[in-house]
């Protein structure tokens, strides 16, 4: 069964320090991994998608990391601010034996930034 | 702005009510996906339809009937819930459903509680 799982749950950092944030997946077969950001009452946000190929793609102060081999993810946020307090998603996408496209959401890592 | 407008945004309900969630994309896009989110679990995908015409039907009960009218708009008629339909319901859009590497790109959600 495909699955993505992500940890910690939730996260409480001051503001200024860095993190990570890790997502481990059995999805197959693999086509691309996301991470979403979803500020409370909001909707989720895409902050990047890597392919097969790639192994690490930046948005600003957000990195995200895969390794494709060991079917990890990481997403690294540098000199965090108080804005960056949401949860993340982390989310692969995979072509099912039927050929249809489908994605598979993990849970979220719940973020908060504390002056 | 996302580009994806979610109406209402909270909307309270007793079991024996009907009422339509509205979901509008200003974003030219030509696939459209209703969402629930409950929480402390992943994100639950209920329908798709691409090009105006339903793809996926996640074995969603029929107390939920979905509505795409053209590429821009996408309702979801709820009649008879349970309480445990309680959730955000999100809704997203994307270029094609056979684009995988394109992000989606999510409304706020209606908050719905049913009583």
């Known amino acids: 069964k495909n699955q993505v799982e992500q940890s910690p749950q939730s996260l409480i950092i001051l503001e200024g320090k860095n993190c990570t944030l890790q997502c481990n997946y059995t999805v197959s077969p693999f086509s691309n991994l996301r991470w979403y950001k979803q500020d409370t009452g909001r909707g989720p946000v895409s902050l990047t998608i890597m392919t097969f190929s790639e192994n690490t793609k930046s948005n600003g102060r957000y990195t995200a990391t895969l390794d494709a081999d060991t079917k990890q993810s990481s997403l690294h946020i540098t000199a965090s601010q108080l804005s960056d307090s949401a949860s993340y998603i982390c989310v692969v996408g995979a072509y099912s034996g039927a050929g249809s496209y489908q994605l598979t959401f993990g849970k979220g890592t719940k973020l908060s930034v504390i002056p | 702005e996302t580009g994806v407008t979610q109406t209402p945004r909270h909307l309270v309900m007793g079991m024996t009510n009907k009422k339509s969630l509205k979901c509008e994309q200003h974003l030219g896009h030509n696939a459209m996906y209703w969402y629930k989110q409950s929480a402390k679990k992943p994100l639950e995908l209920m329908f798709v339809?691409?090009?105006?015409?339903?793809?996926e039907n996640n074995s969603v009960p029929s107390r939920f009937s979905p509505e795409c009218p053209n590429s821009s708009h996408l309702f979801l008629h709820l009649h008879t819930l349970q309480p445990e339909d309680s959730a955000l319901y999100l809704c997203?859009?994307?270029?094609?459903?056979?684009?995988?590497?394109?992000?989606?790109?999510f409304g706020d959600g209606t908050r719905l509680s049913i009583l």
């Open positions: 339809y691409n090009f105006k015409e339903q793809t």
């Open positions: 997203a859009s994307s270029p094609d459903r056979g684009r995988s590497n394109q992000p989606q790109h």
